[in-house]
């Protein structure tokens, strides 16, 4: 069976407020009622069950765990032949992980600085007895990089396992560049590799950044893309596009204007610079 990934921000609501997490992703209202968000997944569903076709499903948010009821919804996607990956940052409530574990593939845990190391070690356990995927993720703070990096270290030796440690951009954004590492922080992160992109940050203008890009990607340009039907793209605010790109916008799901497709589109971007993108199938 064919497999459409579809990658869903939930709502922009977190209770959190990480120091380092813009306002955008954690700012915005308490999520609608789980009824309305289970009209989207039940139309969603249907229809890509009709082109034949399984799901594999990204929720993240905001927090998805502030969603009231959210196991209704994994609990759908998965009786209805659904892989699930789920990005969070664990909640403050064990109880939540009974309903949400039995629903959940892949979990991508980022393990925060106020997040409760007790509850942390409580998901990857759960994770491990029934031999499913978790990733743990640490944020690296450069004024508190050693003891962020010493939590990832106390990880991987009681686990035996890799904690990915990440980078922070200002604004969570690749374009406005890293937060005020030193070199040999970054070294520690991800060794040579983002000392060079710090470097040519610093080198390039980011109209020179973009061109660069654009002459190093694909052209599809008038080519049929499968975009909408392999991908689904929802935001927090329900907009939703079948790429990265935004070639192919299809509407918000909280009004009257939704569409999904069931049939290639035609390209008209002149370069296809996302990697995902590219990943979508194009015909002649």
């Known amino acids: 069976m064919s ?10 609501h977190c209770k959190a407020e990480c120091s380092y997490c813009p306002s955008q992703y954690w700012a915005g209202g308490e999520p609608r009622s789980i009824s309305e968000y289970m009209k989207v997944v039940e139309r969603v569903v249907e229809h890509y069950n009709f082109l034949g076709r399984s799901i594999e499903w990204t929720f993240d948010g905001g927090e998805p765990l502030e969603m009231h009821d959210f196991p209704q919804i994994l609990k759908y996607c ?16 064990w ?23 007790h509850l942390i070690k409580f998901i990857i ?12 993720i640490v944020p690296l703070r450069p004024d508190f990089f050693d003891w962020d990096l010493e939590r990832i270290i106390k990880l991987e030796q009681e686990y ?11 604004d969570n954004s690749h374009v406005r560049g890293f937060f005020d590492y030193t070199d040999e922080q970054l070294a520690i992160i991800n060794g ?27 052209v599809y340009l008038g080519k049929l893309c499968n975009l909408g039907v392999e991908r689904l793209y929802i935001t927090y605010d329900g907009w939703v596009t079948g790429s990265i790109c935004n070639n192919g916008a299809l509407g918000n799901i909280w009004d009257n204007t939704f569409q999904l497709r069931n049939s290639p589109s035609v390209c008209k971007m002149l370069a296809c610079v996302n990697a995902d993108d590219q990943q979508i199938t194009k015909f002649p």
């Open 192 to 218: 040579r590799e983002l000392i060079d992109e710090k470097n040519k940050f610093q080198e390039t203008t980011f109209a020179e950044r973009i061109e660069e890009l654009k002459n190093e990607s694909p």
């Open 3 to 12: 497999i459409t990934k579809i990658f869903w921000s939930l709502h922009n």
């Open 125 to 136: 356990e759960v994770f491990k007895k029934k031999s499913k995927n978790v990733n743990v």
């Open 78 to 93: 998965k009786e209805n032949n659904g892989n699930i990956t789920l990005n969070s940052n664990g909640g403050r409530i």
């Open 160 to 170: 035996n396992i890799k904690v990915s440690k990440h980078q922070l951009y200002k």
């Open 95 to 117: 109880l939540d992980w009974w309903a949400i574990e039995p629903h959940v593939d892949q979990l991508n845990l980022s393990y925060h600085y106020w997040q409760k190391e």
